[in-house]
Structure formats: structure tokens, C-alpha cells
């Protein structure tokens, strides 16, 4: 079992920038990829970006250049740092962690850009 616990959403003007965290707890030694999802209302849960064990990451072509995902091992927590925020960016934001066939999420972060 993990347990993801997120935070750092909240209201941003257009072009600001929010670090979200995600500290996971539990089995973590079996985590092979961790990650952000997004959705908005009305629309599908989409990837934001993720990193696996190994440092690899990749980015959804809408968030590349200003968003960056990163890992601190001693901590157990993943971060997504946005920048240059826009109006497209609000959405409800998803960790997640894959531990072998299995996923587990967090219970969402608020991300709202908005003059």
C-alpha cells in the first residue's frame, strides 16, 4: 500500500507560477513511477507529467517549457513546478504512483488560474 498526500494548489494569476508536492508514504521502496494527472470540468483526466524511479520523465506536449517534475528521494515527495501559468491550466490535480500492476492516487490538489 501507498499513501499520497498533496499539496500546494491553490488561485494564480495568468503567467504565475505554484509548486505542487506529493509526499507518498507506505510501501515506497516498490514505487516504479510516480506522477501528475489533471482534470477539468467536463473533461477526461489527462497526464501532466511523471518521472520513474530511475529520473526518466515526460511531459504532456501542452505543459513542456514550463512545467518541470522532480524528486526528492530523501524525502519521499515528488514536485510539479509550473510556471508561466494559463487560464487552461485549471483543473483539479492528481498524483499518482505505480507499485507493480497497481495505482494508487491522491485525493487532488485545486489549481485555478485566473486574473
Known amino acids: 500500500q501507498v499513501q499520497l498526500v498533496e499539496s500546494g494548489g491553490g488561485l494564480v494569476q495568468p503567467g504565475g507560477s505554484l509548486r505542487l508536492s506529493c509526499a507518498a508514504s507506505?510501501?515506497?521502496?516498490?514505487?516504479?513511477?510516480m506522477g501528475w494527472y489533471r482534470q477539468a470540468p467536463g473533461k477526461q483526466r489527462e497526464l501532466v507529467a511523471a518521472?520513474?524511479?530511475?529520473?526518466?520523465?515526460n511531459y504532456a506536449s501542452s505543459v513542456k517549457g514550463r512545467f518541470t517534475i522532480s524528486r526528492d528521494n530523501a524525502k519521499n515527495t515528488v514536485y510539479l513546478q509550473m510556471n508561466s501559468l494559463k487560464p487552461e491550466d485549471t483543473a483539479a490535480y492528481y498524483c499518482?504512483?505505480?507499485?507493480?500492476?497497481?495505482?494508487?492516487w491522491g485525493q487532488g490538489t485545486q489549481v485555478t488560474v485566473s486574473s
Open positions: 518521472i520513474t524511479s530511475g529520473g526518466t520523465t
Open positions: 499518482y504512483a505505480v507499485v507493480g500492476r497497481a495505482d494508487y
Open positions: 507506505g510501501s515506497i521502496f516498490s514505487i516504479v513511477r
